[in-house]
């Protein structure tokens, strides 16, 4: 766009787009290209101006330090930590004892009055203006300078202006500033600073957050990833709070659906606010109670940021790295609005290999010191050293655990040698997350009290492998690391599918080469998502009741109220964590099928949940017993099984996610399978409407023996070979007194699986297989491509190599791997 003044130091966001990074750095650049191209899309920008880069190099040059601060830089040692703080705190006061050009002076203050006059505040020199930092070399593909310099919000007053933006220049050269540049190849003047001076957003009042539109632990692109704190955002940067965590699934989100499958509740104690007290511009507060007791952000306003990032992502053709705010006194717009407040292209895994698949396994477990949130996928080790103050950082060594309470940016260079990070504070979208995944160091976040469990030269090894959650274990535990190039494993005819439990692995394990799940189990949802008997969510009120005369009951009271504090509606917590977990995996897969299986807890493992010894009979032996199919039509569970549908409706229906079928366990006989099946529809799962498969679980003798008779029910089989196998020989796979018997290649167990794959190719009924057998047995997948089964169900850290086992027996028996 043509300049709309010659003033070489000063440009509005009108007159600057993605092209002017040189001038005005990255940061103002993006701000620039979206306030001129994405208002028309509905997305806001708070509207403010830059200060050139040119304004930078005049202001070098007027205060002649540019010979004085090389001359600091002569023998620079980043290694040398006391080195690199010295030199750069030198560095930072020859810069701020300059002055700066009057001229220079007068076009910065006179910009921030015409600023002030588009709010109605001309002349009263009171506009509140972050000023933040915009490197002409931030966010290039191969570094990402995002976050080396410094940031200054509510800064009101031209006095307090041109104090922040001498302070931003000066923040050029943080230590951090200093060691990266150094890392990455630059030249210490080979980057100058533009300054960013934009009307704040008063999420002071309200709150704020980042945005990624891609998973940033495993890459996976078709999630927007949304963080949400209370107040104003730097707490989320700084990681001072452990914000909301929201997913939404972009492809369905696109087709119109509300496609947020995850909502994860923080620990959102403090906020930032302004403050008026002695110089500082913010402080931090406590939060309220009922704001404890709530998630930050509405759905609709999930779904509105998430369709923001889409336009972003598809305006810059590229992943990027969002932050978003709410004016709560709606300053901007009186109806208190969202606004992006910046957005930069995300550095980490946009330029990842994606050749090679490399799965970190953990051979053994230790005592766990402590949990947080895993960041990245890998596993680190070595002796801790726990580091408090940043006075302490030169005691810190290359290859150590750096164990701390909350990672400061000036940190950076002790980080880059760490082994893995642990930290109490922080979110996902921290300072101490992102470094860490663009250093490929394991960091595990927002433990609380790591400190406190662990010692300096503790010997401890870090686990960020096992999911959402990581893990900090004593001892140095022996780890195990596959690499594949994806290239080298082969086509199939036979489907390779997987058996998922884990929701928080899904978007790592669909980047397995697969055909979807074929066993998606609800029980691991149930257990670790929910952890409360169904019944006793639907019961709460009566329990209440209860509770005054028995304390055992008052106990379980007291601890549903902590696991569901985000819920009044006791009932809709159980349909939300479960339609979550289960829409999370069918993302990950999307848009293979995932056959998600009905519950299947026996009644002693019911009893194990929260409230369960309420509800729950015993059994002698629960293996063969109240479980399965029987359960659900059953008055006294029904209700329960209404949870379970009503869930699974909103997976498919709600969030679009119609790749998810379903399938029935325990299903005894076929008067039974048509109860199911019309109880199903009653609760909303219409077997055929918008394309419903219901499988059933070959699992049972007479699930066989009946095979023609339950193929008029259901669409497919799965054989569940655990059962099937103690079944057709009589003994109780959970006694170790006749393990020795059990074995899934015994001769009847192979026969009946044959039998019913026959009868399910005449049928032309699916049948797949998602029992343990062909993970374990490599010949016994061989006997089940011979058989012609349409898919093997694996657990993940067997598909590849099972894959290549399958292809070989399909290449000898002469079967094409095309469809």
């Known amino acids: 766009m043509p300049r709309e003044n010659d003033n070489k130091y000063i440009l509005w966001f009108n007159e600057i787009g993605i092209e002017d990074v040189p001038l005005v750095g990255g940061k ?114 191969d570094a990402s300078f995002a976050g080396q310099q410094d940031t200054f919000l509510n800064i009101q007053g031209e006095r307090s202006v041109l104090g922040a933006c001498h302070r931003c220049f000066s923040s050029l050269f943080t230590n951090r500033a200093i060691s990266y540049r150094h890392d990455k190849g630059f030249g210490q003047f080979d980057v100058a600073l533009s300054i960013a001076v934009q009307k704040m957003v008063r999420s002071d009042h309200a709150y704020s957050g980042v945005i990624f539109s891609i998973d940033t632990e495993t890459g996976f692109k078709d999630v927007v990833f949304i963080t949400a704190a209370y107040g104003l955002g730097e707490n989320v940067v700084q990681g001072a709070v452990n914000p909301d965590e929201y997913y939404v699934f972009k492809p369905t989100l696109r087709m119109g659906k509300r496609a947020i499958i995850g909502h994860k509740v923080g620990d959102r104690d403090i906020k930032m606010v302004y403050s008026v007290e002695d110089n500082a511009t913010v402080r931090n507060v406590a939060t309220t109670l009922e704001e404890r007791h709530r998630y930050v952000l509405e759905d609709d306003e999930i779904l509105k940021l998430a369709q923001w990032s889409c336009i972003i992502e598809d305006h810059y053709g590229k992943p990027m790295d969002i932050e978003w705010a709410k004016d709560g006194d ?44 895993a960041v990245g996928t890998k596993v680190g080790q070595g002796l801790a050293n726990v580091i408090l103050s940043a006075r302490d950082i030169q005691n ?50 927002g433990t609380g009290n790591a ?35 994806v290239k080298d494993i082969p086509k199939t005819r036979t489907s390779i599918m997987m058996n998922v439990g884990m929701p928080e692995k899904a978007f790592a394990q669909g980047m397995i080469p697969n055909e979807g799940v074929g066993l998606a189990r609800q029980e691991f949802i149930i257990n670790s998502h929910i952890g409360i008997h169904p019944l006793a969510l639907l019961e709460y009120d009566k329990l209440k009741e209860k509770a005054r005369e028995d304390q055992k009951v008052a106990g379980v009271v007291y601890k549903i109220d902590q696991l569901t504090a985000v819920y009044s509606d006791k009932r809709q917590f159980f349909i939300d964590k479960l339609a979550e977990g289960v829409g999370r995996i069918a993302a990950g897969f999307y848009p293979n099928d995932v056959i998600v299986r009905l519950s299947d807890f026996k009644t002693n493992e019911y009893k194990n949940l929260l409230g369960g010894y309420l509800y729950e009979p015993t059994e002698n032996n629960p293996m063969i017993g109240w479980r399965g199919a029987s359960r659900y039509y059953d008055k006294t569970f029904m209700p329960a099984f209404e949870l379970e549908c009503i869930a699974l409706h909103k997976v498919r229906n709600e969030m679009g996610l119609t790749n998810v079928k379903v399938m029935v366990p325990f299903c005894r006989t076929p008067e039974e399978g048509k109860k199911v099946i019309d109880l199903m529809g009653r609760f909303g799962l219409v077997q055929g409407e918008d394309g419903l498969e219901v499988y059933v679980m070959c699992e049972i003798p007479s699930n066989v023996i009946c095979a023609d008779q339950f193929a008029d029910i259901f669409d497919g089989f799965s054989i569940g070979s655990n059962d099937l196998t103690q079944l057709a020989l009589g003994l109780d796979r959970d006694s170790a007194l006749v393990s020795h018997i059990y074995d899934e290649r015994n001769d009847a167990v192979k026969r009946l699986m044959a039998q019913v794959i026959e009868v399910a190719k005449k049928r032309g009924k699916k049948i797949g297989i998602c029992g343990q057998a062909p993970s374990d047995f490599p010949d016994f997948a061989d006997f089940l491509v011979e058989c012609g089964i349409d898919s093997i169900s694996l657990i993940p850290d067997t598909v590849i190599k099972t894959r290549i086992a399958i292809a070989k027996k399909e290449k000898e028996l002469g079967i094409s791997p095309e469809k």
Not at 344 to 353: L, V
Not at 406 to 434: F, L, Q, Y
Not at 452 to 481: A, D, N, P, R
């Open 28 to 141: 103002n650049a993006s701000l620039g290209e979206m306030y001129q191209n994405l208002e028309s899309k509905g997305i806001k920008v708070p509207n403010g101006f830059a200060i050139t880069a040119e304004a930078y190099r005049y202001f070098l040059e007027y205060s002649e330090i540019g010979d004085e601060i090389e001359k600091i830089l002569e023998d620079l040692d980043t290694s040398d930590l006391d080195n690199l703080m010295r030199k750069g705190r030198n560095v930072r006061e020859v810069i701020k004892d300059a002055v700066f050009p009057p001229d220079l002076t007068e076009a910065i203050c006179k910009a921030y009055d015409q600023l002030a006059a588009e709010f109605g505040q001309q002349g009263l020199d009171n506009l509140d203006v972050a000023i933040r930092s915009s490197g002409t070399a931030e966010d290039l593909p």
């Open 330 to 373: 709606g300053v901007h717009t009186g109806t208190g609005e969202l606004f992006i407040v910046q957005a930069r292209p995300e550095t980490i895994h946009s330029r990842k290999d994606t050749s090679t698949y490399e799965n970190y396994k953990l051979l053994e477990k230790g005592k766990v010191l402590t949990t947080g949130s």
């Open 396 to 445: 810190f060594r290359p290859d150590q655990v750096l164990v701390t309470n909350m990672t400061d940016p000036d940190w950076e260079p002790i980080m880059k040698i760490a082994s893995a990070i642990v930290a109490n504070k922080g979110g996902r979208t921290c300072h101490a997350a992102i470094v860490s995944r663009e250093l490929g160091v394991p960091c595990v976040i």
């Open 451 to 485: 400190d406190e469990m662990i010692k300096t030269f503790q010997e401890i090894t870090v686990s960020c492998c096992e999911g959402e959650t990581g893990y900090v274990y004593e001892g140095l535990l022996k780890v195990e690391v596959d690499r594949v190039d």
